[in-house]
């Protein structure tokens, strides 16, 4: 049992790139989440999804896109990467609407 | 206004004392509150959860809630040095929408 993985660890993109973050879960978990974390800023919610075909936005949606086709993966597209997008990247899931979200180990990203 | 406030710290305590973290949240509609551990670059991993005002133990953590003040507490009795970690706050009302204080570094010093 894997838990939540992502994919990658570390990345440095040229303003403009784009890339697909990847994450997974292997433990049949409705719902997924990602975040990002800035330095002192805490976690802030990008898009969640409550399950397969279904996504919502969080609280700094804007400049990612994501998709949900399977309930095991959850990828967070970023479009013409910006410097403000350098962060670090959490991917998370929990069983329907409990509590207890599990967190992946984290993408560190660059934007230069 | 930011939805819930986190004291950063950093905080730096000998091993064995009593430590208190603390948070506040400005919406009163809130009713579920939790306090996750981060050693560092690592993901989060929950520690504990409430939901209401009141007190919540395990072990040597205690999670304590006063809605009437929108004030949330940690408490790590005994702390040990494998409690340096950073400590954050988090709060949701609907259980989609998770709202995350800034963290407190805390290292506990042998």
């Known amino acids: 049992n894997a838990g939540v993985t992502q994919t990658p660890k570390f990345r440095i993109l040229k303003i403009g790139q784009s890339m697909t973050l990847q994450c997974a879960q292997d433990?049949?978990?409705?719902?997924m989440y990602w975040y990002r974390q800035d330095p002192g800023m805490g976690l802030k919610l990008i898009y969640y999804?409550?399950?397969?075909?279904?996504?919502d936005k969080g609280e700094v949606p804007n400049g990612y896109n994501v998709s949900r086709s399977t309930t095991e993966d959850f990828p967070l597209r970023l479009e013409l990467a910006a410097p403000s997008q350098t962060s670090v990247y959490f991917c998370?899931?929990?069983?329907?609407?409990?509590?207890?979200?599990?967190f992946g180990p984290g993408t560190r990203l660059t934007v230069t | 206004q930011k939805e819930v406030e986190q004291d950063p710290g950093p905080l730096s305590v000998p091993e064995g004392a009593i430590v208190s973290l603390n948070c506040t949240y400005s919406?009163?509609?809130?009713?579920?509150f939790m306090w996750y551990r981060q050693y560092s670059r690592k993901g989060p991993e929950l520690l504990m959860y409430?939901?209401?005002?009141g007190n919540k133990e395990d072990g040597r953590f205690t999670a304590q809630v006063d809605k009437s003040s929108k004030y949330i507490s940690l408490f790590i009795r005994d702390s040990q040095p494998s409690d340096s970690a950073t400590y954050l706050c988090?709060?949701?009302?609907?259980?989609?929408?998770?709202?995350f204080g800034t963290g407190t570094s805390l290292t506990v010093i042998p």
């Open positions: 998370a899931s929990s069983y329907l609407q409990t509590l207890e979200q599990y």
């Open positions: 433990m049949n978990h409705n719902y």
């Open positions: 999804s409550v399950g397969a075909g279904i996504t």
């Open positions: 919406n009163s509609a809130f009713q579920y």
């Open positions: 409430t939901y209401s005002s």
């Open positions: 988090a709060i949701t009302n609907t259980g989609n929408q998770f709202y």
